[in-house]
């Protein structure tokens, strides 16, 4: 049985994908791979470009003369909206990142599109809920006062969107303060053997593309 063959590295340590020199044409020679790499290719180039004009209509207050709200109403919304779009802009930007890489190194497949189609916008949710969080109190990353400012939003959503990982391994640790969650050490099997210092949570983590492509320049 032929084993599989290992893609090349992300740049810097391969900037040639694994090809040789003049080797410009496309490897991708069936029609309809070409069509689902240019369909997500548009679906993410439309959200990049379309987030930050939301942004900046949230920011401009459209939404509340829109909506006849006052500017107490119109507060939450603009602290939440903002939070939620700044994470799908966080998750947007890493998800195209992640296409154009698998497709230079010749790893993109379709089995993947559901994660490259919600990536954002689970991005975006995940934001709202930190921001939420950080505003109550929970979690005290800085202080709750300092989320009256816009811009901190939009860049404390971005980060958590962009590494989206991360955030969910802080919200867990609150879970696990919060319901009292004991997950100990369970005991995983990994092919042959048995693993008593892994959960079955830090296994999926092994399988994660975010994780794969954390060097991603």
Do not use: C
């Not at 939404?63 to 939620?84: E, F, M, N, Q, T």
């Not at 300092?146 to 811009?151: F, I, N, R, T």
């Amino acid at each position: 049985m032929n084993e599989p063959q290992k893609p090349p590295g992300f740049a810097p340590d391969d900037p040639t994908d694994g090809r040789e020199l003049l080797d410009w044409r496309s490897r991708y020679n069936d029609p309809s791979a070409q069509r689902a790499i240019r369909f997500e290719a548009t679906y993410l180039a439309v959200l990049l470009f379309s987030v930050p004009i939301a942004l900046l209509i949230l920011w401009l207050g459209y939404p509340k003369y829109w909506l006849l709200l006052d500017d107490h109403s119109y507060r939450p919304v603009l602290k939440y909206g903002l939070a939620w779009l700044g994470g799908v802009l966080g998750g947007t930007l890493f998800d195209v990142k992640w296409l154009y890489h698998s497709v230079a190194r010749q790893i993109w497949h379709l089995d993947r599109r559901l994660w490259r189609l919600f990536t954002p916008h689970l991005s975006g949710g995940l934001a709202f809920v930190v921001v939420a969080l950080i505003s109550s109190g929970i979690l005290r990353v800085f202080d709750p006062q300092a989320l009256e400012s816009s811009s901190l939003i939009v860049g404390v959503a971005f980060l958590v969107g962009y590494f989206s990982d991360s955030a969910v391994a802080k919200l867990s640790e609150i879970a696990d303060v919060l319901f009292g969650a004991d997950r100990g050490k369970k005991k995983v099997r990994v092919g042959a053997k048995v693993n008593e210092n892994r959960s079955p949570e830090s296994e999926e983590s092994d399988l994660n593309p975010r994780d794969a492509t954390r060097p991603i320049t």
